[in-house]
């Protein structure tokens, strides 16, 4: 078939039209998995871009029935886009801490669709002078679909922790 052209019948003989094929999209529901074994299953987008879901890490796989943790987010747009860029959030279940992603779902020319994000994970801390220590953050490059049962790649579970030298630390204070 060819998709560059089209032809149309027209007055006397053929007319040639040149076509555009539309560019695949990237879509953000269904089942995503990472190259370490984190695995995250998002919901159908609400008409204003609101999904949910569930996120489980590699290390707690043995444990799936139990500690799949609840993620909550949003997709920029209403609309299916070519490349749309999203965020959310993950409570887990195992410890009394949580994480924020962001990023934006890529698909190349022949419709691998592929996430890019970084994250950040915060975990309870006991007094203000911990505070460096709570806050660990991942940048990523994630490869392109992996082989196996329609599932697509998240970004890594690794965290980089932060030392007190290398912590930059803004304060909100309260305006009430």
Same mark, same amino acid.
């Given at each position: 078939?060819?998709?560059?052209?089209?032809? *149309?019948q027209?007055?006397?003989?053929?007319?040639v *039209?040149?076509?555009?094929?539309?560019?695949?999209? $990237?879509?953000? &529901?269904g @089942?995503?998995? @990472? &190259?370490?074994? $984190?695995? !995250?299953?998002?919901?159908?987008? &609400?008409?204003?871009?609101? +999904?949910?879901?569930?996120?489980?890490?590699? =290390?707690?796989?043995?444990?799936?029935?139990?500690? =799949?943790?609840r993620?909550?987010g949003i997709?920029?747009?209403?609309s299916?886009t070519?490349?749309?860029? +999203?965020? +959310?959030t993950?409570?887990?279940?195992f410890?009394?801490s !949580?994480?924020? +992603?962001?990023g934006? $779902?890529f698909?190349?020319?022949q419709?691998?669709?592929?996430?890019?994000? !970084?994250?950040?994970?915060?975990?309870?801390?006991?007094?203000?002078?911990?505070d460096?220590? =709570?806050?660990?953050?991942?940048?990523?490059?994630?490869l392109p679909?992996?082989?196996?049962?329609? *599932?697509?790649?998240?970004?890594? $579970?690794?965290s980089?922790?932060?030392?007190?030298s290398?912590?930059k630390?803004?304060?909100?204070?309260?305006l009430t």
């Amino acid at each position: 078939v060819d998709h560059t052209h089209r032809t *149309l019948q027209w007055c006397g003989g053929p007319l040639v *039209l040149p076509t555009v094929s539309l560019p695949f999209q $990237c879509v953000l &529901s269904g @089942s995503w998995r @990472s &190259s370490v074994g $984190c695995k !995250m299953v998002v919901s159908e987008l &609400s008409e204003a871009g609101a +999904f949910s879901g569930s996120y489980l890490s590699a =290390a707690m796989a043995p444990k799936a029935d139990r500690l =799949a943790s609840r993620l909550h987010g949003i997709q920029h747009g209403a609309s299916p886009t070519e490349q749309p860029t +999203f965020g +959310f959030t993950v409570k887990w279940q195992f410890s009394d801490s !949580m994480s924020v +992603f962001v990023g934006q $779902c890529f698909v190349d020319d022949q419709g691998e669709e592929t996430l890019q994000t !970084m994250w950040l994970l915060r975990q309870e801390v006991g007094s203000p002078g911990a505070d460096w220590k =709570a806050t660990r953050w991942v940048t990523g490059h994630r490869l392109p679909r992996s082989e196996g049962p329609k *599932l697509k790649l998240l970004p890594s $579970c690794h965290s980089l922790p932060l030392s007190p030298s290398r912590a930059k630390v803004l304060t909100f204070p309260s305006l009430t």
